[in-house]
C-alpha cells in the first residue's frame, strides 16, 4: 500500500512504536548534527532535533511525503544527558542518574509541504540506587550504548526503574498518543 507518511529515523525503536499506529509508513535516513547550541533549553533541543531531522529526510524526499523525525533526551537538573561515548561517560552518567529522579523529553514533529506539527512529551523516571557492580554488568551487556542517558527502560534496564510519571513510548523514543494526535491533525488539513 502506498506510504502516507515517511519517518526520519535509524532507531528500531521509533519503527516498532509507530508500526503499532494504523498508519502506512516507509522510512527516509536523516543525518543531523545533534550538538546542543550555547545556552539551549533542553525543551529547545529536542524540538529543534525534532524539526531537523524530519525537514533532512523530506529533503530527500523532495517534499513528495509528510516526514515524521523525533528526539529523545535524558534531562538532569536542567543537563542535556544524551548517548553515552564511553563505559567511563556511562558510569558517570548513570551514578548521577541513581537513587532520584529525571526527565526524560522526547519532541516530535512531522513536515509537509504546506505545514510543520510539532509535539512535546514529558516523563518523570525514577530509578533506584545503582551499584558500581550492577553498572559494570549492564554496560557489558551493549544495551546502553545507543539510549539516551544511557538505559533502556524496556530492557536490561526495566528492574532499574521504580516508577514513571508521564508516557512509557516517550520514555522509549516515540510518544504514541501524541503521535496518533499530530497524524490526525495532518489528515484533517489534506
Ligand atoms: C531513555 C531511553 C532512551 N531510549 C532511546 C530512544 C532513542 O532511540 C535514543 C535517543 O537517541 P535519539 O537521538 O533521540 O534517536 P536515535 O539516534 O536512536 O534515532 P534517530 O535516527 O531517530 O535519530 O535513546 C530508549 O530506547 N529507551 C530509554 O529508556
Same mark, same amino acid.
Given at each position: 500500500?502506498?506510504?502516507?507518511? !515517511? %519517518?526520519?529515523? &535509524? ?5 516498532? $512504536?509507530?508500526? =503499532? #499506529? +494504523? *498508519?502506512?509508513?516507509?522510512?527516509? @535516513? ?19 532535533? !525534532? %524539526?531537523?531531522? &524530519? ?5 530527500? $524526499?523532495?517534499? =513528495? #511525503? +509528510? *516526514?515524521?523525525?523525533?528526539?529523545? @533526551? ?30 526524560? $523529553?522526547?519532541?516530535?514533529?512531522? *513536515? ?79
Amino acid at each position: 500500500m502506498y506510504p502516507d507518511i !515517511a %519517518l526520519a529515523s &535509524a532507531s528500531p525503536r521509533r519503527r516498532e $512504536l509507530l508500526a =503499532q #499506529l +494504523p *498508519v502506512n509508513f516507509t522510512l527516509v @535516513s536523516a543525518e543531523i548534527d545533534e550538538s546542543v547550541l550555547t545556552g539551549e533549553e533542553p525543551a529547545s533541543y529536542v524540538s529543534r532535533l !525534532a %524539526l531537523q531531522k &524530519a525537514q533532512a529526510g523530506a529533503n530527500k $524526499l523532495n517534499w =513528495q #511525503l +509528510p *516526514v515524521l523525525g523525533a528526539d529523545t @533526551s535524558v534531562i538532569l537538573d536542567k543537563q542535556i544527558l544524551g548517548k553515552p561515548e564511553s563505559k567511563d561517560h556511562f558510569m558517570q552518567m548513570l551514578r548521577q542518574l541513581s537513587g532520584r529522579s529525571h526527565q526524560v $523529553l522526547t519532541a516530535v514533529a512531522i *513536515v509537509s509541504a504546506g505545514q510543520q506539527l510539532q509535539a512535546l512529551s514529558s516523563t518523570e523516571v525514577w530509578l533506584r540506587p545503582l551499584s558500581d557492580t550492577e553498572l559494570e554488568a549492564y554496560w557489558q551487556s551493549g544495551e546502553p550504548a545507543d539510549k539516551a542517558g544511557g538505559y533502556g527502560i524496556q530492557g536490561l534496564a526495566a528492574r532499574f526503574v521504580e516508577k514513571i510519571h508521564g508516557s512509557y513510548t516517550g520514555v522509549v523514543g516515540l510518544p504514541l498518543c501524541e503521535t496518533e494526535r499530530l497524524i490526525q491533525q495532518l489528515r484533517r488539513s489534506a
